[in-house]
């Protein structure tokens, strides 16, 4: 593929060739793509899409996580989501995207709850490292963001997050947040 054919972005089961690390690179980073424009991982954004329940784990939340999120709930996401809860990390987020979304949740008439939780630090216990989400049950887990990175990085998925405690490790984080926030 040269950088001038069209990139687009696309999900693998198999580690790719070298060229299309070089390609995605250029394509995220060099190109200077739009930010809405990054190539991530659309699998599991057709999944967001399905889900009714989402929970995002992102130490590195930021504007193109929550633009992207803002951009997938209004193409589909809204229709059948019913709670989305983004847990973040300390970097400043734009009070314009958080409103976009919204207005997006108040289109729904009170079906789709929002929370927007900031302050996990992956260098702090208990917050992991890594990134993770879980849609409508099943627990993903990002080598990279799921909104899209320079090169190369790893998703696993397919446990059931009822199997391998999520909920009591999101209630925990939740609680351990809440305790540095001031009331």
Known sequence: MTSAEPFKELDSRTLPLLCSVESRYWHNNKKKTKPDMLLGCQVFWEEFQRSQLVIIFDRYTDDLLLRRIHRELEVKGARTMQTLIVIGGTLNI??????????????????????????????????????FAVTNGEFWHFGGTVVGQEGLSAVSRGWRAADIGVQKFVEDTWAELKKGTPT
């Not at 997006?104 to 890594?130: Q, W």
């Open 94 to 131: 734009s009070q314009k995207v958080l409103a976009d979304i919204g207005d997006v949740v108040n289109g729904t008439n009170g079906r789709l709850k929002f929370h927007h939780v900031m302050g996990m630090k992956s260098n702090t216990p208990p917050f992991p490292h890594d990134r």
